[in-house]
Protein backbone atom coordinates (compact mmCIF):
# COMPACT_ATOMS: atom_id res chain seq x y z
CA UNK A 1 0.00 0.00 0.00
CA UNK A 2 1.38 3.65 -0.57
CA UNK A 3 2.17 5.75 1.79
CA UNK A 4 0.19 8.46 2.40
CA UNK A 5 1.96 12.47 3.11
CA UNK A 6 1.39 13.58 6.81
CA UNK A 7 1.55 16.91 8.34
CA UNK A 8 3.37 17.86 11.42
CA UNK A 9 0.08 17.30 13.24
CA UNK A 10 -0.30 13.46 12.14
CA UNK A 11 -3.42 13.98 10.22
CA UNK A 12 -3.33 12.21 6.54
CA UNK A 13 -3.12 14.56 3.68
CA UNK A 14 -3.59 11.62 1.51
CA UNK A 15 -7.39 11.41 2.81
CA UNK A 16 -9.34 9.68 -0.41
CA UNK A 17 -6.69 7.15 -1.31
CA UNK A 18 -5.46 5.82 2.57
CA UNK A 19 -9.39 5.31 3.88
CA UNK A 20 -10.17 3.24 0.50
CA UNK A 21 -12.64 6.24 -0.63
CA UNK A 22 -14.43 5.91 -4.55
CA UNK A 23 -14.97 8.70 -6.66
CA UNK A 24 -18.70 8.26 -5.23
CA UNK A 25 -18.03 9.70 -2.12
CA UNK A 26 -18.47 13.07 -1.20
CA UNK A 27 -16.43 14.90 1.03
CA UNK A 28 -17.23 18.18 3.19
CA UNK A 29 -14.98 20.03 5.16
CA UNK A 30 -15.19 22.64 7.83
CA UNK A 31 -11.96 24.14 9.33
CA UNK A 32 -12.39 26.43 12.26
CA UNK A 33 -11.88 26.63 15.84
CA UNK A 34 -13.83 24.11 17.57
CA UNK A 35 -16.19 26.74 19.52
CA UNK A 36 -20.19 26.24 19.43
CA UNK A 37 -20.46 29.10 17.70
CA UNK A 38 -18.52 28.01 14.59
CA UNK A 39 -21.37 25.03 14.20
CA UNK A 40 -19.29 22.25 14.33
CA UNK A 41 -22.42 20.11 15.32
CA UNK A 42 -24.52 21.89 12.47
CA UNK A 43 -22.11 20.59 10.16
CA UNK A 44 -22.36 16.95 11.44
CA UNK A 45 -25.86 17.27 11.27
CA UNK A 46 -25.83 18.54 8.13
CA UNK A 47 -23.88 15.70 6.78
CA UNK A 48 -26.15 13.27 8.41
CA UNK A 49 -29.02 14.43 6.93
CA UNK A 50 -27.53 14.43 2.91
CA UNK A 51 -26.54 11.25 3.84
CA UNK A 52 -30.11 9.96 4.57
CA UNK A 53 -31.45 12.00 1.73
CA UNK A 54 -29.10 10.77 -0.91
CA UNK A 55 -28.14 7.72 -0.17
CA UNK A 56 -24.98 8.67 -1.29
CA UNK A 57 -21.34 7.74 0.93
CA UNK A 58 -21.17 11.65 2.79
CA UNK A 59 -18.52 11.96 5.03
CA UNK A 60 -17.19 15.22 6.83
CA UNK A 61 -13.50 16.08 7.68
CA UNK A 62 -13.46 18.67 10.75
CA UNK A 63 -9.93 20.74 10.88
CA UNK A 64 -8.99 22.80 14.28
CA UNK A 65 -8.70 22.89 17.70
CA UNK A 66 -10.76 24.23 20.42
CA UNK A 67 -12.29 24.15 23.82
CA UNK A 68 -15.63 21.84 22.28
CA UNK A 69 -12.74 19.82 20.40
CA UNK A 70 -13.25 16.71 22.95
CA UNK A 71 -16.89 17.15 23.79
CA UNK A 72 -18.01 17.33 20.16
CA UNK A 73 -16.07 14.26 19.01
CA UNK A 74 -16.94 11.98 22.25
CA UNK A 75 -20.83 13.09 21.45
CA UNK A 76 -20.62 11.93 17.83
CA UNK A 77 -18.33 8.74 18.60
CA UNK A 78 -20.46 6.41 16.80
CA UNK A 79 -20.70 8.44 13.63
CA UNK A 80 -17.89 6.79 11.77
CA UNK A 81 -18.18 9.18 8.83
CA UNK A 82 -17.32 12.23 10.61
CA UNK A 83 -13.25 13.02 10.95
CA UNK A 84 -12.06 14.85 13.60
CA UNK A 85 -8.77 16.18 12.16
CA UNK A 86 -7.10 18.21 14.55
CA UNK A 87 -5.19 20.72 14.18
CA UNK A 88 -2.94 21.23 10.96
CA UNK A 89 -0.44 23.84 10.19
CA UNK A 90 -1.24 23.91 6.39
CA UNK A 91 -4.88 22.68 5.98
CA UNK A 92 -5.10 23.58 1.95
CA UNK A 93 -3.68 20.22 0.65
CA UNK A 94 -6.53 18.81 2.39
CA UNK A 95 -9.71 20.90 1.99
CA UNK A 96 -8.37 20.83 -2.09
CA UNK A 97 -9.21 17.09 -1.75
CA UNK A 98 -12.99 17.78 -0.96
CA UNK A 99 -15.82 18.40 -2.25
CA UNK A 100 -18.08 20.88 -0.19
CA UNK A 101 -17.08 23.73 2.14
CA UNK A 102 -19.91 24.09 4.86
CA UNK A 103 -19.59 26.84 7.41
CA UNK A 104 -22.69 27.35 9.52
CA UNK A 105 -20.76 30.29 12.19
CA UNK A 106 -23.30 32.12 14.20
CA UNK A 107 -20.08 33.61 15.45
CA UNK A 108 -20.92 37.16 16.39
CA UNK A 109 -17.07 38.49 15.78
CA UNK A 110 -17.25 36.98 12.27
CA UNK A 111 -15.51 39.27 9.82
CA UNK A 112 -14.04 37.56 6.85
CA UNK A 113 -13.54 33.80 7.04
CA UNK A 114 -10.35 32.51 5.45
CA UNK A 115 -11.70 29.40 5.28
CA UNK A 116 -14.21 30.00 2.76
CA UNK A 117 -11.91 31.45 0.60
CA UNK A 118 -9.65 28.61 0.73
CA UNK A 119 -12.60 26.88 -0.70
CA UNK A 120 -13.24 28.84 -3.07
CA UNK A 121 -9.94 29.01 -4.53
CA UNK A 122 -9.92 25.37 -4.18
CA UNK A 123 -13.00 24.81 -6.20
CA UNK A 124 -15.39 23.77 -3.52
CA UNK A 125 -18.94 24.95 -3.38
CA UNK A 126 -19.46 26.35 0.25
CA UNK A 127 -22.57 26.36 2.08
CA UNK A 128 -22.33 28.94 4.31
CA UNK A 129 -24.43 31.34 7.33
CA UNK A 130 -24.48 34.77 6.25
CA UNK A 131 -22.36 36.29 9.44
CA UNK A 132 -20.18 39.05 8.17
CA UNK A 133 -18.66 39.26 5.08
CA UNK A 134 -19.44 35.88 3.82
CA UNK A 135 -22.46 37.27 1.49
CA UNK A 136 -19.89 39.62 0.07
CA UNK A 137 -17.68 36.84 -0.88
CA UNK A 138 -19.92 34.80 -2.36
CA UNK A 139 -21.86 37.49 -3.95
CA UNK A 140 -21.55 37.06 -7.91
CA UNK A 141 -22.78 39.43 -10.62
CA UNK A 142 -23.99 36.86 -13.28
CA UNK A 143 -24.28 33.03 -13.48
CA UNK A 144 -24.14 29.99 -10.95
CA UNK A 145 -23.46 31.27 -7.37
CA UNK A 146 -20.81 29.48 -5.77
CA UNK A 147 -22.83 27.84 -3.03
CA UNK A 148 -25.28 29.16 -0.98
CA UNK A 149 -26.11 31.12 2.09
CA UNK A 150 -28.42 30.74 4.90
CA UNK A 151 -29.44 33.10 7.62
CA UNK A 152 -27.18 33.16 10.95
CA UNK A 153 -30.16 34.16 12.95
CA UNK A 154 -32.39 30.49 12.07
CA UNK A 155 -32.27 27.97 14.75
CA UNK A 156 -29.94 24.85 14.72
CA UNK A 157 -32.76 22.39 13.48
CA UNK A 158 -34.04 25.08 10.44
CA UNK A 159 -30.29 25.84 9.69
CA UNK A 160 -29.28 21.91 9.41
CA UNK A 161 -32.49 21.73 6.76
CA UNK A 162 -31.78 24.94 4.87
CA UNK A 163 -28.27 23.68 4.28
CA UNK A 164 -28.90 20.32 3.41
CA UNK A 165 -31.44 20.96 0.98
CA UNK A 166 -29.09 23.42 -1.24
CA UNK A 167 -26.58 20.64 -0.91
CA UNK A 168 -28.89 18.01 -2.34
CA UNK A 169 -30.01 20.34 -4.77
CA UNK A 170 -26.49 20.77 -5.93
CA UNK A 171 -25.77 17.14 -6.02
CA UNK A 172 -28.81 16.27 -7.57
CA UNK A 173 -27.55 18.67 -10.50
CA UNK A 174 -24.43 18.13 -12.15
CA UNK A 175 -24.70 20.98 -14.61
CA UNK A 176 -24.99 23.17 -11.40
CA UNK A 177 -22.77 21.64 -9.33
CA UNK A 178 -19.76 22.11 -12.36
CA UNK A 179 -20.66 25.98 -12.76
CA UNK A 180 -20.73 26.21 -9.16
CA UNK A 181 -17.25 24.89 -8.76
CA UNK A 182 -16.15 26.98 -11.47
CA UNK A 183 -17.53 29.93 -10.41
CA UNK A 184 -15.83 29.39 -7.15
CA UNK A 185 -12.64 29.87 -8.82
CA UNK A 186 -13.56 33.11 -10.32
CA UNK A 187 -15.14 34.28 -7.38
CA UNK A 188 -11.44 33.47 -5.05
CA UNK A 189 -10.15 35.32 -7.93
CA UNK A 190 -11.48 38.62 -6.85
CA UNK A 191 -9.75 38.56 -3.53
CA UNK A 192 -5.85 39.55 -4.74
CA UNK A 193 -3.92 40.41 -1.87
CA UNK A 194 -4.32 43.95 -1.91
CA UNK A 195 -8.31 43.60 -2.60
CA UNK A 196 -8.29 41.87 1.04
CA UNK A 197 -6.56 44.49 2.35
CA UNK A 198 -8.78 46.85 1.32
CA UNK A 199 -11.46 44.57 2.87
CA UNK A 200 -10.07 44.06 6.17
CA UNK A 201 -9.92 48.30 6.19
CA UNK A 202 -13.30 48.83 5.19
CA UNK A 203 -14.76 46.10 7.71
CA UNK A 204 -12.74 47.68 10.54
CA UNK A 205 -13.66 51.14 9.70
CA UNK A 206 -16.98 50.14 9.56
CA UNK A 207 -17.20 48.40 12.68
CA UNK A 208 -15.02 50.67 14.77
CA UNK A 209 -16.14 53.36 13.81
Known amino acids: APVARRSTSGACLDFRESHGLTGETIL ?32 LLLIGDGPDFRVLSRKNSDKDYVTFIGPMENPHPLIAQCDFGIFPSVYRGESFPLFVLECLSCGLPVIASDCGEIPEIMKVENGEPPGGVVSHTLNKKAMTTAMASLIVNLIGDEKRLRNAGEQARRTADRFSMSQLAELYLEVMHRHVT
Do not use: P
Open 28 to 59: FVLASRAIHEKGWQVAIDVTDSVRRMTGRDCR
